[in-house]
């Protein structure tokens, strides 16, 4: 890994990365991992290509095609309403609000799940900020439910977002 102040890190213990739901250590910090190793346990294979193959099959229909430029999932998904269930998903209350017919210049909610912002050729970051905003404010007038981008800006943070 590297440190923002430009330090090589090697950590050989899984556990100091305090992995979690949208948290580890390398986050909270500021670190990059530059390389990776992992170790798996055995299987078989035909099994393990069975569960690959239903897992793939799935991102193909919920996620654009690859080669297709997006900010990904743009907003995170909500905590659960009880302890111990599920988060709530920020598509379906982006679903809700039409989110999936906005598009701001080439900037456009991905038809196939409204929590994915695509480039549908020269969207620039303006672009995808004034769609990401209007897809919040949506949200916001219609549940009272403020989204947080779960993309990660680079450079000076826009703001109200």
Same mark, same amino acid.
């Given at each position: ?20 739901y ?17 170790g ?30 997006? =900010? ?7 905590p659960?309403?009880?302890?111990? !269930? &599920?988060?709530? *998903? /920020?598509?379906? %209350? ?6 999936r ?5 080439? =900037? ?12 549908? !050729? &020269?969207?620039? *970051? /303006?672009?995808? %900020? ?32």
């Amino acid at each position: 890994m590297i440190s923002p102040r430009g330090e090589i890190l090697r950590i050989d213990h899984p556990a100091w990365f305090s992995f979690g739901y949208r948290h580890s250590r390398v986050l909270e910090n500021g670190f990059v991992i530059a390389e990776a190793t992992f170790g798996l346990p055995p299987g078989e294979r035909a099994q393990l290509e069975a569960v690959a193959s239903k897992h793939l099959a799935l991102r193909r229909q919920k996620h654009p095609a690859k080669g297709t430029f997006t =900010a990904g999932s743009y907003f995170k998904n909500l905590p659960p309403l009880k302890p111990g !269930g &599920r988060r709530r *998903a /920020a598509g379906l %209350l982006l679903d809700q609000v039409g989110a999936r017919d906005l598009t701001v210049g080439d =900037a456009a909610v991905f038809e196939r799940h409204a929590n994915i912002v695509i480039n549908r !050729g &020269r969207a620039g *970051a /303006a672009d995808v %900020l004034t769609l990401a905003r209007e897809m919040k404010r949506r949200v916001l007038e219609r549940f009272g439910i403020d989204l947080v981008p779960e993309v990660r800006f680079v450079g000076e943070r826009p703001k109200s977002l």
